[in-house]
């Protein structure tokens, strides 16, 4: 079945409707959206309020929710009149509204696509539904939107407690991500200090500090178009002689020690009006390059960061709220239409966003599985923004929502599939309970409550006893020095072990809910335990030494989790060579798969023939074959290069004559240049491979000829 265009779809609107109407009266009722947003709004300042249910711990580490507008005013009319002025008198003069999505669950979330296509019989309608956690109907609000992902999944508190909360806006050109972005920016903008004097008061007491207003906030915007960052905060230095705004370019890369921070003017914002002021200015700075371009908003991306360093822990990494508008997913054959810099720009968005794919699915099935899988973030600026997301090292954690938008007519049911079958696979299970997983003192992954309680014990004593011994040492130290000797410590003298660890770690309480706490939380609550009933607010020497003891033993916590991840990839890595290539979910070897499309396929093939043939292991020979491919990808930097013999060449260059030969090398170099293509090399090697491809094909096609003469009759 061949997919419509939407000249076709408009001029068969009338059919089309009756065939959704027939199919909606056989649908059941639509599920609503589980809890009120009410209900969402009171447990989130519960929350906040209780000190002991602090744990951020919402499910799952990513959340997809899908979300459809209504339509705009006469805007069917103007979008899809079609080619009239042209003849094209099969549209009809008056072209209205038919819906392409239909919402049949809110959550877990279910849209329906109808994707209009053509049969041997004439036009028809195909139904497609797509899972997400959350789905939102035309009629939902931007503050109802905010209630079930911002709120519902307490990304201002995560952020606040040190941890990187992230919302990603994806979707066709014209399908609602502004809308939604500056809806969600705008919210945070007035919520953000409130949570913040809560937390903050909440923290203060803790440590006995006088000052409550305990947290700095740092805002950054960036524009990504094509390559090319840009700081929104910044007026644009003039116009060029093209009309468009000059922007200084902003550096992208990885410092040495391992942090993303693109050279952007960080503002410091005190208050929600100072926020909301910075982001609408950035905002309009963003729609007049757009103007400028004569295009829109849709072709970059933009992301605002909002770091919170808290003061009483200084020593602590920063929480992020990061929230991106992603550029438009348009596709490749809807932008041909466009100048080369376009076509570039085109490109460049297309590759981020398929990476962005890998790192989120990537991310969403470690969370999911418990295992440890390569996320590709290096491999694209966009992704590299994202990096505390996706660095699996990073000790931060992190919740990302990405909301994918879709336009509501039917006429843009293609892209609305592409941009529903892009977001849906990131929906995972959320994360499996905590089997009967046999003990092991190594991984945190398997203590129960008791296990952990007796962990954490250990490891304050332990502290307790190296913070003695080192203050002996140094009384030592001085007593030498004045020629007297200290009697040695009794290593059985009882410690103060400083953290009543039994009120540390109430209830059901396991190593497993700690890890998944960030530092600046953990912290907080040792300051708590360290705290007799009824005794004075800790002295800030003291509330020092008991954030440096928690400090240390969270991050032994977060370390004993990630050797343990580290061990089950590499009992993976070994087990490999038994699985079939089909059944490992290495992204490396995806993405090679995606590089030699159909040749991977033909080497896998031929190697299980070949072992058929010499009796071998059909599973190993097809492993083997891989990492063969994946060597050679590797080698040249994630890329086929196809290799020829000399004598291949030069019989094809024979063949096609030299002048010829030239010509369509120089014609290719050109072509490359005209895109910007840096790499010639790799633009020679794509004119040589078609004609070699091509050679190759008419001495086939003749040796087919001659054998069919030859054989006998
Ligand atoms: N939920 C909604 N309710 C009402 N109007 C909406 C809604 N979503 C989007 N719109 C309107 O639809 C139009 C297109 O939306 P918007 O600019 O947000 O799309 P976009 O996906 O960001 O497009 P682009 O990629 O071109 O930037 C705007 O006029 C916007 O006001």
């Given at each position: 079945m061949a997919a419509a265009s939407a000249t076709s779809i408009t001029s068969n609107l009338s059919l089309f409707r009756s065939l959704l109407s027939e199919w909606s009266a056989k649908q059941p009722k639509v599920k609503g959206l589980a809890t009120t947003p009410e209900e969402i709004s009171a447990s989130f300042d519960r929350r906040l309020q209780d000190k002991?249910?602090?744990?951020?711990?919402?499910?799952?580490?990513?959340?997809?929710?899908?979300?459809?507008?209504?339509?705009?005013?006469?805007?069917?009319?103007?979008?899809?009149?079609?080619?009239?002025?042209?003849?094209?008198?099969?549209?009809?003069?008056?072209?209205?509204?038919?819906?392409?999505?239909?919402?049949?669950?809110?959550?877990?979330?279910?849209?329906?696509?109808?994707?209009?296509?053509?049969?041997?019989?004439?036009?028809?309608?195909?139904?497609?539904?797509?899972?997400?956690?959350?789905?939102?109907?035309?009629?939902?609000?931007?503050?109802?939107?905010?209630?079930?992902?911002?709120?519902?999944?307490?990304?201002?508190?995560?952020?606040?407690?040190?941890?990187?909360?992230?919302i990603l806006a994806y979707g066709q050109t014209g399908s609602g991500k502004t809308f939604t972005m500056e809806g969600l920016e705008h919210r945070i903008a007035r919520d953000l200090f409130r949570v913040a004097e809560v937390m903050g008061k909440r923290f203060a007491e803790a440590e006995g500090a006088e000052d409550q207003d305990i947290f700095e906030f740092g805002v950054t915007f960036l524009e990504l178009l094509g390559k090319h960052a840009s700081d929104l905060v910044e007026q644009p230095e003039g116009v060029d002689a093209k009309g468009e705004p000059i922007r200084k370019e902003v550096p992208i890369q990885e410092d040495k020690a391992g942090d993303v921070r693109p050279r952007l003017i960080s503002t410091t914002v005190k208050s929600s009006a100072e926020l909301e002021d910075l982001i609408n200015r950035s905002l309009a700075h963003r729609r007049t390059s757009a103007t400028a371009r004569n295009a829109t908003s849709s072709r970059s991306h933009a992301v605002l960061t909002i770091r919170v360093k808290n003061k009483l822990l200084p020593y602590a990494e920063e929480g992020q709220l990061i929230l991106v508008d992603l550029a438009g997913s348009e596709r490749y054959e809807d932008s041909k239409a466009h100048d080369k810099q376009r076509m570039d720009?085109?490109?460049?968005?297309?590759?981020?966003?398929?990476?962005?794919?890998?790192?989120?699915?990537?991310?969403?099935?470690?969370?999911?599985?418990?295992?440890?899988?390569?996320?590709?973030?290096?491999?694209?600026?966009?992704?590299?923004?994202?990096?505390?997301?996706?660095?699996?090292?990073?000790?931060?954690?992190?919740?990302?929502?990405?909301?994918?938008?879709?336009?509501?007519?039917?006429?843009?049911?293609?892209?609305?599939?592409?941009?529903?079958?892009?977001?849906?696979?990131?929906?995972?299970?959320?994360?499996?309970?905590?089997?009967?997983?046999?003990?092991?003192?190594?991984?945190?992954?398997?203590?129960?409550?008791?296990?952990?309680?007796?962990?954490?014990?250990?490891?304050?004593?332990?502290?307790?006893?190296?913070?003695?011994?080192?203050?002996?040492?140094?009384?030592?130290?001085?007593?030498a020095k004045e020629g007297k000797k200290l009697k040695p410590l009794d290593p059985n003298l009882p410690v103060n072990t400083i953290i009543d660890v039994d009120k540390l770690c109430?209830?059901?309480?396991?190593?497993?809910?700690?890890?998944?706490?960030?530092?600046?939380?953990?912290?907080?609550?040792?300051?708590?335990?360290?705290?007799?009933?009824?005794?004075?607010?800790?002295?800030?020497?003291?509330?020092?030494?008991?954030?440096?003891?928690?400090?240390?033993?969270?991050?032994?916590?977060?370390?004993?989790?990630?050797?343990?991840?580290?061990?089950?990839?590499?009992?993976?890595?070994?087990?490999?060579?038994?699985?079939?290539?089909?059944?490992?979910?290495?992204?490396?070897?995806?993405?090679?798969?995606?590089?030699?499309?159909?040749?991977?396929?033909?080497?896998?093939?031929?190697?299980?023939?070949?072992?058929?043939?010499?009796?071998?292991?059909?599973?190993?020979?097809v492993a083997k074959m891989a990492d063969v491919l994946m060597e050679e990808w590797k080698a040249n930097g994630g890329r086929v290069v196809e290799k020829f013999s000399d004598e291949e060449i030069q019989e094809a260059k024979a063949e096609i004559g030299a002048k010829k030969w030239d010509e369509t090398i120089e014609t290719e170099l050109q072509r490359a240049e005209n895109y910007h293509v840096q790499d010639t090399e790799w633009a020679r090697n794509t004119a040589i491979k078609r004609m070699v491809d091509a050679f190759r094909e008419r001495k086939k096609t003749i040796q087919q000829g001659s054998s069919t003469r030859d054989s006998p009759a």
């Open positions: 002991a249910s602090g744990i951020h711990d919402t499910g799952k580490d990513v959340v997809v929710a899908f979300r459809t507008r209504p339509p705009l005013e006469n805007e069917a009319a103007e979008k899809f009149k079609g080619n009239q002025e042209e003849g094209d008198l099969n549209v009809p003069a008056e072209v209205t509204f038919c819906e392409g999505i239909t919402l049949a669950s809110a959550e877990p979330g279910v849209f329906i696509a109808h994707v209009p296509s053509v049969k041997w019989n004439g036009p028809t309608l195909q139904h497609k539904a797509f899972d997400a956690d959350l789905a939102f109907g035309p009629h939902i609000d931007n503050e109802e939107v905010y209630k079930r992902t911002v709120v519902a999944n307490d990304l201002i508190p995560l952020a606040l407690s040190g941890g990187i909360s992230c720009e085109s490109r460049e968005n297309n590759k981020s966003l398929m990476n962005l794919k890998e790192c989120v699915r990537a991310k969403a099935k470690m969370a999911a599985e418990e295992g440890f899988v390569h996320i590709p973030w290096r491999m694209n600026k966009l992704t590299m923004l994202l990096k505390p997301i996706f660095d699996i090292e990073s000790r931060q954690q992190s919740k990302a929502i990405i909301i994918a938008h879709v336009s509501p007519h039917i006429q843009d049911s293609v892209h609305s599939v592409n941009t529903l079958s892009y977001a849906s696979p990131f929906k995972t299970a959320p994360p499996k309970p905590r089997g009967p997983a046999p003990y092991d003192p190594q991984d945190p992954r398997t203590w129960n409550h008791e296990q952990t309680v007796s962990w954490l014990k250990e490891e304050f004593i332990k502290r307790a006893k190296q913070r003695k011994q080192s203050e002996w040492n140094m009384q030592a130290k001085k007593a109430p209830g059901e309480m396991t190593a497993m809910n700690y890890a998944k706490m960030y530092v600046a939380e953990f912290v907080e609550r040792c300051l708590q335990a360290a705290r007799k009933e009824g005794d004075p607010p800790l002295s800030q020497s003291y509330a020092t030494v008991v954030k440096g003891i928690s400090a240390e033993v969270a991050g032994q916590l977060y370390y004993l989790v990630l050797t343990a991840k580290t061990r089950k990839r590499t009992a993976i890595m070994k087990s490999r060579k038994t699985l079939e290539v089909k059944d490992t979910y290495d992204e490396e070897i995806q993405m090679a798969q995606l590089a030699y499309r159909e040749k991977w396929n033909h080497a896998m093939w031929d190697a299980t023939k070949k072992a058929q043939e010499q009796g071998g292991d059909v599973a190993e020979a």
